[in-house]
């Protein structure tokens, strides 16, 4: 079956970095997306990846290795606004997008 | 970026009512619009992929009868909650990619429809 894991809850410090991992194992591969999403509001796109390597974009950071079915989000320079449930899902053979359940990052002063 | 605009954000129903919900690209052309539901605490989860003129593909488990989708147009596609059942309460969200990007271009979230059935 498909499945992607990313871990449920994290905790950060304002001003800190946090890495927020997810692995994934599909059928098939054309890219990895991570979003934002605070609560009950849509998620908003943060990244996209679909060659290996590091994607660089402001205080966010996108890695993804293909290899090895994994990829993790870097956010520097924590704000608390940053606090929101981080989604990462993966474009499947059939352009299909399978979602992680979500990493709810906590961001404390 | 562009927009998708969805409407309404909130609706409460009586229990047997039918609620149409819209999903609108503002500056952009989609041939596919997906609709998504998410539970609380739970991760969105695609109900149907919406295609201009022809038929939705829903995802199995996903009543086609219950939930009617349109896409009528390359700017407009509708879901309608038919005879709502307070099961059916949830965040309901479309998504739309600008048909010029392909397969792999960004997606465009609406604000999300939150539905209550009564």
């Known amino acids: 079956g498909q499945n992607i894991d990313q871990p449920t809850e994290m905790t950060a410090t304002e001003g800190a970095i946090v890495q927020i991992n997810c692995t994934y194992q599909?059928?098939?591969?054309?890219?990895l997306f991570w979003y934002q999403q605070h609560a009950g509001e849509a998620p908003t796109f943060l990244s996209y990846?679909?060659l290996d390597g590091l994607e660089e974009k402001g205080r966010f950071s996108s890695f993804l290795s293909r290899s090895k079915g994994y990829s993790y989000l870097l956010l520097k320079e924590l704000q608390m606004k940053d606090s929101a449930s981080y989604l990462c899902?993966?474009?499947?053979?059939?352009?299909?997008?399978?979602w992680g359940a979500g990493t709810k990052l906590i961001i404390k002063p | 970026g562009a927009v998708v605009s969805q409407h309404p954000s909130r609706v409460i129903c009586k229990s047997g009512t039918s609620v149409k919900i819209e999903c609108r690209s503002l500056?952009?052309?989609?041939?596919?619009m997906f609709w998504y539901r998410q539970f609380p605490k739970q991760s969105l989860m695609l109900m149907a992929t919406?295609?201009?003129?022809?038929?939705?593909?829903?995802e199995q488990g996903v009543e086609k009868d219950k939930f009617l989708i349109n896409h009528a147009s390359l700017t407009l596609s509708t879901l309608t909650v038919t005879s709502a059942h307070p099961e059916d309460s949830s965040f309901y969200i479309c998504?739309?990619?600008?048909?010029?990007?392909?397969?792999?271009?960004?997606?465009?979230f609406g604000e999300g429809s939150r539905l209550t059935v009564l």
């Open positions: 998504s739309a990619r600008d048909s010029g990007t392909g397969d792999t271009g960004e997606l465009f």
């Open positions: 500056d952009f052309q989609a041939t596919t």
């Open positions: 919406s295609n201009e003129g022809s038929k939705a593909t829903y």
């Open positions: 599909t059928s098939g591969f054309n890219g």
């Open positions: 990846n679909v």
């Open positions: 899902a993966v474009l499947d053979s059939n352009y299909q997008l399978i």
